[in-house]
């Protein structure tokens, strides 16, 4: 018998360049010695699938409504007309939805769940911690080829629990650079500063901004509070340590996808009540502000959208081990009874994604507190689309939207 919990993660490598390909490949295989993956049927997959992708076929199923797993195909009358470069412009409008139902699932993200499906790979909830932080290993690849920025620094800081890595990336250009503080998503569990390079780097060049990638404590060795813990101690290091990176401290956000997002919601809240340091700006993607997991959305989208219910159950239960910490606000932000006086947000969600309604509700509490909001719900996407850039156009549009908004509120007078 086959043990496949690294199927996942032939997908996600296959999902780019051969020379990205090859890359994850050797990454894995390094740490696989003796795993019991067929390294033969891992093989075939990977020349599958990255022939399909490279040869751009991928497209063309796209446009055919095609799919490169025999097993699975869909008619072209159940996705109907797809939504693209729609955004919510302003605070807390939604984007127009078509009458008499929600939107259709995106083509590419249905693409990319329909060979997941295909692959029969167990969920991460059945998985141990070590398997899941394995098949974490290639997400890395859903975010394209690298971008070249102007300079990547590694630093270890001297944190809440001992070293504390963070990696810093210039773009190009004359600083002082404004600061993005960006805390990575794998539901506190799993993900790591080399997961998000990619992203980090896109982020670097379409703000115009210097980003320090956190790489705070993972749950379960470190439960709640020390990721927050790490998460704040970083900040507190960019806004004191600024010059030394070419970095502008008057001039700090703070972004995070998912549990990241929690984070970065967390750090601002803190800030505020600690009267330190100064946040200019939130950029939260999808993210986790609420423990209770009983919202419509996850009802909706319990199942068969990536990320699932039980999922989130599982990464909570490892996170947040005593129960009364459940409700803390640094916990679940959403539960904070005072949402007044924190930076102006913009607080991105997806549609098919069980936590699309606590970002949202999040959203509005901050803004009927008086906390300026942009909320911009992507119709058709699942969660995880904002990392999934080279395979979901709609993922390299909200980083540019993202960046867009950056670069404003970095061009902003600070009033206070």
Request: proline letters at 6%.
């Amino acid at each position: 018998m086959i043990k496949r919990t690294l199927t996942f993660v032939v997908l996600l490598a296959a999902l780019n360049t051969n020379a990205q390909t090859q890359s994850i490949k050797a990454t894995i295989d390094a740490g696989q010695a003796g795993s019991p993956i067929s390294k033969r049927i891992y093989g075939q997959f990977i020349e599958h699938i990255a022939g399909i992708i490279n040869t751009g076929i991928w497209a063309e199923m796209l446009e055919d409504r095609k799919w490169p797993h025999p097993r699975h195909s869909l008619d072209k009358n159940v996705i109907g007309r797809q939504q693209r470069d729609t955004l919510i412009c302003s605070s807390l409008h939604r984007t127009k939805r078509i009458p008499g139902g929600d939107m259709a699932l995106d083509l590419q993200a249905r693409a990319i769940l329909d060979q997941m499906a295909g692959m029969g790979n167990p969920p991460v909830n059945e998985l141990s911690v070590s398997e899941a932080r394995q098949g974490s290993v290639a997400m890395a690849a859903m975010q394209g080829p690298p971008e070249p920025v102007a300079g990547v620094e590694d630093r270890k800081l001297s944190g809440p629990g001992g070293d504390l890595p963070v990696r810093i990336y210039m773009p190009f250009g004359e600083g002082p650079f404004a600061v993005l503080m960006y805390f990575h998503g794998g539901g506190w569990v799993i993900g790591d500063i080399e997961s998000s390079d990619g992203l980090c780097r896109s982020l670097a060049n379409a703000a115009g901004c210097i980003v320090v990638s956190v790489d705070y404590r993972l749950a379960p060795e470190h439960p709640f509070p020390a990721a927050v813990d790490d998460a704040f101690h970083a900040t507190l290091w960019a806004a004191a340590n600024a010059s030394s990176f070419g970095g502008d401290p008057l001039r700090i956000a703070v972004c995070g996808d998912s549990a990241g997002g929690n984070l970065a919601a967390v750090v601002a809240q803190i800030a505020r009540d600690r009267g330190e340091p100064a946040i200019r700006f939130q950029l939260l993607i999808y993210p986790v502000t609420d423990a209770a997991c009983d919202t419509p959305s996850y009802s909706e989208n319990a199942e068969g959208y990536f990320l699932t219910r039980e999922a989130m159950h599982w990464f909570w239960n490892h996170y947040v081990q005593k129960e009364a910490d459940r409700s803390h606000p640094y916990a679940s932000p959403l539960r904070a009874g005072n949402l007044a006086d924190l930076p102006a947000a913009l607080v991105i969600t997806a549609e098919y994604d069980p936590l699309r309604d606590e970002g949202e509700r999040y959203a509005e509490r901050m803004r009927a507190a008086g906390t300026p909001v942009q909320l911009r719900r992507f119709d058709g996407m699942i969660h995880g689309f904002f990392t999934m850039g080279a395979v979901i156009d709609q993922g390299r549009i909200a980083i540019q939207q993202s960046a867009a908004a950056l670069r404003t509120a970095f061009e902003l007078r600070q009033t206070k």
